[in-house]
DNA sequence: AAAAAAT
């Protein structure tokens, strides 16, 4: 069942291939239903501890085998799914596709020839691995090109092919159909897709099209961007009431102090915030002055849309008339918030929503449409106890209560002595108590819970070790499957120290070997939400036992769409058992389920870890949108690892993709990768083959690679707490590093009231292509300004 | 928009 002799390059996974390349369960009975045939992860085994369920990649290397030979001619009768490898017939019959095939199918190849299936990720693998000269401009960009493009254009492609599919089709589906297949036809259509990319067929009628079709989809995202950046800009002037967010921002620093505010706060917040909102009464701010068209128009507006909006919500009005209406807050939040519906639970712990509601208002009033994000606010800080760095000074783990073996393991991991959040949350989690930890980027977070975690569970558990298929005694929790398997890397060795295993829980992956696992027994899972619940559901995970539960990046655990399953997740644990919550952004975001799940949680945040004391450079280039993709080519063509953030996947393939016809080696990373994929991808930036990673939010929290010197967001994050995690990717460990965001002139406001709410400082200068500042942030040309110089 | 299960 071993490989079949392919090499484990050798199933090519198709960029997107899960998503675009779905297949159902009717493909699979079709196909011969060979269960996984779709997954193509078996990259992943590679990098797993544990044997992968071989099983899987056989059958996957047949499938996908088989799917190769079909294209040529075949037809599948089901789908055109490449992998179900239908044979001939199949395919054209029901695809409307099928023509072209045949046509081409007679020549196994056509335009896509060697050259577009060597594209695909096999071919790719291979060849990858026989040149290592890849670094070749022109070949290297070759093989790229195609593989991306095989792949990127799928996703475009699908959304158009299924436009221009249908349309030019439609008479097809009946042809086809033939027979009431339509149903498989659709089915189809993914697969098609996927076949596509392999298949030439379409190729000339369609890649071109297609690729037309991509690059003006391209055109619109960028256009559409351009489109929310107007639209965001005019929310922020409008909001210049919603920045009332500084005052929070005030709050924040104070924070401490909120307890006291509690009431206070509000009359305090609205003598501080007022005057954002307020401005004309506050004109003394500074604030005011960095807003100087703000102010204006935000408090036209906002009185004016109260005037408007009374209907809306009366709570706007409230907000912006007195500060009173801050106590009103509460309902103000829910009831302007009904949209960002998670914070629902914490509304009352925002503060800033009625900064922002008037922003809202505004942008209602001017954009119907609202599609813009939500809005970008800053939660009121948790109240915490401050840990000072001396505090623990001269204290060593030992002294905090590990015992030795896990000390020593600490110290072969580089960790000889704990890091202030590590000093401050281990004791505490010993006790057993309920902990809050903010620490920020980089700050050792994973150590502070995961130690004293393993530590816990080796002296609750101490006399009934390793019995075969005890449930799980800790899970871990993240929001990306990187991260898990980060914390995994990181946790692994301590447990093992002692004794105790652990195994990774996530998604993309077969479940064989995760279940496997789970029988055997292990101590501590780590994780991600969907596949965790996924396997609770199944009945092959209990979590009855599990007396300790850790959230990392908690606060993005309890956004929208993260925290039901969590809550779910957490409702399975052991009653009462004890909770955990990490981030570098923790607010009272998590308040939702501090308030279901924790008892008297101790809150700790480290003192001087502020972006104020960090080691990081930030800059901000104003540019034109034309020259973006130039501009971005340019400083990436440079020595050091540079991560750059795309706010969509499209965009970061695109870019990738780019960067490749440029001659700069770069790979991607976005959740329309397999997870083979995805896992190569962030190897390959890790272990230095390419110096450039282009990645969506997935990469923003948590993710660590050695000596990223240079983090570039090609677009501009939307809330405050992504920039600082993205930002948080370079000058770790106390490296230097710099950051730099590509903004439109438009965008300007908006980018200042994120950096505001962020606190931090950058400096916005103009740029065009060919400018110094360009090559000095690139750090081809070093200079005065070039702090890090 | 992205991420997180799978079929």
Redesign the pocket.
Same mark, same amino acid.
């Given at each position: 069942m071993p490989k079949n002799g392919k090499p484990k390059g050798g199933r090519p996974s198709r960029n997107f291939e899960? =998503?675009y390349a779905?297949?159902?369960? %009717?493909?699979?009975r079709h196909a011969g239903g060979r269960?996984?045939a779709?997954?193509p992860d078996r990259d992943n085994r590679d990098e797993r501890t544990d044997a992968g369920d071989r099983g899987f990649s056989s059958d996957r290397s047949r499938t996908s085998d088989r799917g190769f030979d079909r294209r040529p001619g075949s037809k599948s009768p089901s789908t055109g799914s490449g992998q179900a490898g239908q044979r001939p017939g199949s395919r054209s019959p029901s695809h409307r596709g099928y023509r072209p095939a045949e046509a081409d199918g007679g020549a196994p190849k056509r335009r896509w020839t060697d050259q577009e299936r060597a594209g695909r990720d096999e071919a790719r693998g291979i060849r990858g691995r026989a040149a290592s000269g890849r670094r070749e401009a022109p070949h290297h960009r070759d093989e790229r090109s195609q593989d991306s493009r095989g792949s990127y254009g799928e996703r475009p492609r699908y959304g158009n092919d299924r436009a221009t599919g249908d349309r030019r089709y439609e008479d097809r589906p009946r042809r086809d159909e033939r027979g009431g297949e339509r149903p498989r036809f659709q089915g189809d259509r993914p697969r098609f897709h996927s076949d596509r990319s392999e298949s030439p067929r379409y190729n000339d009628d369609r890649s071109g099209d297609r690729r037309s079709f991509n690059n003006d989809r391209n055109d619109r995202g960028g256009d559409?961007r351009s489109f929310n950046n107007d639209r965001n800009d005019r929310g922020g002037d409008r909001r210049s009431s919603g920045r009332d967010d500084r005052p929070a921002r005030d709050d924040r620093r104070s924070f401490n102090d909120r307890n006291e505010r509690g009431g206070d706060r509000r009359s305090f917040n609205r003598d501080a915030r007022p005057a954002r909102d307020d401005r004309p009464a506050r004109d003394g701010r500074p604030f005011t002055n960095d807003r100087n068209e703000r102010p204006r128009h935000n408090e036209d507006r906002p009185r004016f849309d109260r005037d408007e909006r009374p209907a809306r919500d009366d709570r706007r009005p409230f907000t912006r008339d007195d500060r009173t209406r801050r106590d009103d807050r509460p309902r103000f939040d829910r009831d302007d918030r009904p949209r960002r519906d998670d914070r629902g639970a914490t509304d009352r712990a925002r503060r800033d929503d009625r900064a922002q509601l008037p922003s809202r208002d505004d942008w209602n009033k001017q954009a119907p449409a609202r %599609?813009e994000?939500?809005e970008d606010v800053v939660h009121e800080r948790l109240e915490a106890q401050v840990v000072a760095a001396p505090e623990v000074e001269g204290t060593t783990f030992a002294d905090l209560g590990l015992g030795s073996n896990i000390v020593e393991t600490l110290k072969n991991m580089g960790a000889t002595a704990p890091f202030p959040i590590q000093g401050a949350t281990i004791p505490s989690i010993l006790e057993g108590r309920d902990v809050l930890g903010r620490g920020r980027t980089g700050s050792g977070k994973t150590i502070a819970f995961g130690a004293p975690l393993v530590e816990s569970i080796l002296t609750s558990q101490a006399g009934k070790r390793r019995e075969i298929g005890r449930a799980p005694r800790a899970i871990i929790l993240a929001?990306? =499957?990187?991260l898990?398997l980060q914390i995994d890397r990181t946790v692994q060795p301590i447990a093992r120290s002692v004794g105790l295993f652990t195994t990774q829980?996530?998604?993309?992956?077969?479940?064989g070997r995760q279940v496997g696992a789970l029988k055997k027994g292990v101590d501590i899972v780590i994780?991600?939400?969907?596949?965790?619940?996924?396997l609770i559901?199944q009945g092959k995970l209990d979590l009855s036992d599990c007396r300790i539960a850790v959230l990392d990046e908690a606060d993005?655990m309890c956004?929208?769409? %993260?925290v039901e399953?969590v809550q779910r997740i957490l409702r399975h644990t052991q009653e009462g058992s004890q909770k955990l919550l990490f981030s570098a952004t923790l607010d009272r975001e998590v308040a939702a389920l501090v308030d279901e799940f924790l008892v008297d949680p101790a809150v700790y945040e480290v003192a001087g870890e502020d972006q104020d004391s960090s080691t990081i450079d930030h800059r901000v280039l104003v540019i034109d949108h034309r020259d973006k993709a130039e501009i971005l080519t340019s400083m990436v063509d440079r020595d050091g690892k540079t991560l750059v953030f795309a706010?969509?996947?499209?965009?970061?393939e695109m870019l990738a993709e780019q960067f490749e016809d440029a001659g700069i080696p770069a790979v991607s990373?976005?959740?329309?990768?397999n997870?083979a994929k995805?896992t190569r991808n962030l190897q390959k930036m890790t272990s230095g083959r390419v110096n450039v990673l282009v990645?969506?939010?997935?990469a923003a929290r948590g993710i660590h690679v050695d000596d990223i010197d240079l983090v570039i967001q090609a677009d501009a994050p939307?809330?405050y707490k992504?920039y600082m995690h993205r930002a948080g990717r370079t000058g770790r460990a106390g490296r230097s590093g710099r950051v730099v965001t590509l903004i439109t002139r438009q965008r300007q406001r908006r980018m200042n009231e994120l950096l505001e709410r962020a606190e931090i400082d950058a400096p916005f200068e103009p740029a065009r292509l060919g400018d110094d500042v360009i090559e000095e942030l690139a750090g081809r040309m070093p200079s005065d300004a070039d702090l890090t110089a």
């Amino acid at each position: 069942m071993p490989k079949n002799g392919k090499p484990k390059g050798g199933r090519p996974s198709r960029n997107f291939e899960p =998503r675009y390349a779905k297949k159902t369960s %009717f493909h699979d009975r079709h196909a011969g239903g060979r269960p996984g045939a779709g997954r193509p992860d078996r990259d992943n085994r590679d990098e797993r501890t544990d044997a992968g369920d071989r099983g899987f990649s056989s059958d996957r290397s047949r499938t996908s085998d088989r799917g190769f030979d079909r294209r040529p001619g075949s037809k599948s009768p089901s789908t055109g799914s490449g992998q179900a490898g239908q044979r001939p017939g199949s395919r054209s019959p029901s695809h409307r596709g099928y023509r072209p095939a045949e046509a081409d199918g007679g020549a196994p190849k056509r335009r896509w020839t060697d050259q577009e299936r060597a594209g695909r990720d096999e071919a790719r693998g291979i060849r990858g691995r026989a040149a290592s000269g890849r670094r070749e401009a022109p070949h290297h960009r070759d093989e790229r090109s195609q593989d991306s493009r095989g792949s990127y254009g799928e996703r475009p492609r699908y959304g158009n092919d299924r436009a221009t599919g249908d349309r030019r089709y439609e008479d097809r589906p009946r042809r086809d159909e033939r027979g009431g297949e339509r149903p498989r036809f659709q089915g189809d259509r993914p697969r098609f897709h996927s076949d596509r990319s392999e298949s030439p067929r379409y190729n000339d009628d369609r890649s071109g099209d297609r690729r037309s079709f991509n690059n003006d989809r391209n055109d619109r995202g960028g256009d559409r961007r351009s489109f929310n950046n107007d639209r965001n800009d005019r929310g922020g002037d409008r909001r210049s009431s919603g920045r009332d967010d500084r005052p929070a921002r005030d709050d924040r620093r104070s924070f401490n102090d909120r307890n006291e505010r509690g009431g206070d706060r509000r009359s305090f917040n609205r003598d501080a915030r007022p005057a954002r909102d307020d401005r004309p009464a506050r004109d003394g701010r500074p604030f005011t002055n960095d807003r100087n068209e703000r102010p204006r128009h935000n408090e036209d507006r906002p009185r004016f849309d109260r005037d408007e909006r009374p209907a809306r919500d009366d709570r706007r009005p409230f907000t912006r008339d007195d500060r009173t209406r801050r106590d009103d807050r509460p309902r103000f939040d829910r009831d302007d918030r009904p949209r960002r519906d998670d914070r629902g639970a914490t509304d009352r712990a925002r503060r800033d929503d009625r900064a922002q509601l008037p922003s809202r208002d505004d942008w209602n009033k001017q954009a119907p449409a609202r %599609f813009e994000p939500t809005e970008d606010v800053v939660h009121e800080r948790l109240e915490a106890q401050v840990v000072a760095a001396p505090e623990v000074e001269g204290t060593t783990f030992a002294d905090l209560g590990l015992g030795s073996n896990i000390v020593e393991t600490l110290k072969n991991m580089g960790a000889t002595a704990p890091f202030p959040i590590q000093g401050a949350t281990i004791p505490s989690i010993l006790e057993g108590r309920d902990v809050l930890g903010r620490g920020r980027t980089g700050s050792g977070k994973t150590i502070a819970f995961g130690a004293p975690l393993v530590e816990s569970i080796l002296t609750s558990q101490a006399g009934k070790r390793r019995e075969i298929g005890r449930a799980p005694r800790a899970i871990i929790l993240a929001p990306t =499957r990187e991260l898990a398997l980060q914390i995994d890397r990181t946790v692994q060795p301590i447990a093992r120290s002692v004794g105790l295993f652990t195994t990774q829980i996530y998604g993309g992956v077969p479940q064989g070997r995760q279940v496997g696992a789970l029988k055997k027994g292990v101590d501590i899972v780590i994780g991600t939400p969907g596949r965790v619940e996924d396997l609770i559901n199944q009945g092959k995970l209990d979590l009855s036992d599990c007396r300790i539960a850790v959230l990392d990046e908690a606060d993005h655990m309890c956004e929208l769409g %993260f925290v039901e399953p969590v809550q779910r997740i957490l409702r399975h644990t052991q009653e009462g058992s004890q909770k955990l919550l990490f981030s570098a952004t923790l607010d009272r975001e998590v308040a939702a389920l501090v308030d279901e799940f924790l008892v008297d949680p101790a809150v700790y945040e480290v003192a001087g870890e502020d972006q104020d004391s960090s080691t990081i450079d930030h800059r901000v280039l104003v540019i034109d949108h034309r020259d973006k993709a130039e501009i971005l080519t340019s400083m990436v063509d440079r020595d050091g690892k540079t991560l750059v953030f795309a706010r969509t996947r499209a965009y970061a393939e695109m870019l990738a993709e780019q960067f490749e016809d440029a001659g700069i080696p770069a790979v991607s990373l976005h959740g329309d990768l397999n997870q083979a994929k995805r896992t190569r991808n962030l190897q390959k930036m890790t272990s230095g083959r390419v110096n450039v990673l282009v990645a969506t939010d997935v990469a923003a929290r948590g993710i660590h690679v050695d000596d990223i010197d240079l983090v570039i967001q090609a677009d501009a994050p939307d809330e405050y707490k992504t920039y600082m995690h993205r930002a948080g990717r370079t000058g770790r460990a106390g490296r230097s590093g710099r950051v730099v965001t590509l903004i439109t002139r438009q965008r300007q406001r908006r980018m200042n009231e994120l950096l505001e709410r962020a606190e931090i400082d950058a400096p916005f200068e103009p740029a065009r292509l060919g400018d110094d500042v360009i090559e000095e942030l690139a750090g081809r040309m070093p200079s005065d300004a070039d702090l890090t110089a």
